[in-house]
């Protein structure tokens, strides 16, 4: 069987915002493989999108570490956020929930104070959660709807959510965005998300650069085809079929095997001369 037509996954499909405990396979998050060494002690993070995927992998891997987590999902995402929690408090750690749809400026603005009430201060901010739909019609059918609930998820919300976060973040403290392969081979599906992605790169280069002064760091993570809600959620039933087998690993990843780039980059200590750059995760996919 070639690549092409190896059949990973059922063809499941899902509604937006897509639950964890409805795919098949369940993805690893590294509830029984990750174990941390003390790299982020005593620090305190907000992850947006922390209920799922590859936020609730760096949830628990940031807790392994030694982090208290705040974790920012939507509403009905309310069961996956208490899974994410749980994995959190199990690791000893302090995790808080933010429920509340940061395509609404004032909640997205709002997030850094409720992390901060919660956990009395904030070091590490993920700017993971995202938003993408793949496009079935013809790029002129495209709802300005439809546009503003990607470019709001994705741009606008990162830009207040770390605007209002900047007060609490000192000297130390760091940023992490969750940019996509789809930022260097954009899919025409995805026109308008890999676009965001794009802009998250050169976003995280600019505010690396802004920010260095005041002794805070600013990367990304560029995930390739990783196995998320977002995917049976977003994408046609054929794609998520062969999600990820087009990759020269000739698979999809799992969130576990991402969230280690993030506590690469949070830690202090092992990244304490990293910045504004971009790091791939892409089961070998170029990131230039
Ligand atoms: P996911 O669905 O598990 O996580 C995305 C999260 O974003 C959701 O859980 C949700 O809580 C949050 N979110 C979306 N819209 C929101 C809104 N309006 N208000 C509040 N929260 C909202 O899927 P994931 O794949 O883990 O996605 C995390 C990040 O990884 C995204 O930025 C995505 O673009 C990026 N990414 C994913 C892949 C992949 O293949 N899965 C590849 C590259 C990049
Ligand atoms: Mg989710």
Redesign the pocket.
Known sequence: MSHDDTQEFSPQQQEP??L?GAMDPTPDHGERSYRGSGRMDGLRALV?????????AVAIAFAREGADVAI???PE?QQ?AEETARWVAEAGRRAALLP????DEA?ARGLPERAVAELGGLEVLVN?????MARRDALEDVTTDEID?VL???LY?LLWVTQSALPHLGEGACVVN?????AYQPSTSLLD?AST?AAINNLTVNLAAELGPRGIRVNAV??????????P?TQPPEKVAKFGADTPLGR??Q?AEVAPAFVFLASPSDASYVSGTVLGVTGGKPVF
């Open positions: 915002p897509g964890t947006t999108g922390g209920d799922s995927g590859i936020g609730r920012s999902y939507l995402e996956d509340g749809d940061i395509t909640t993971n959660a995202g938003f993408q609930r709001k998820t994705n919300a969750n940019s996509s392969i789809q998300y992605k560029a995930p390739g085809p990783i196995w998320t809600p977002l995917q959620a999809a990843g969130p």
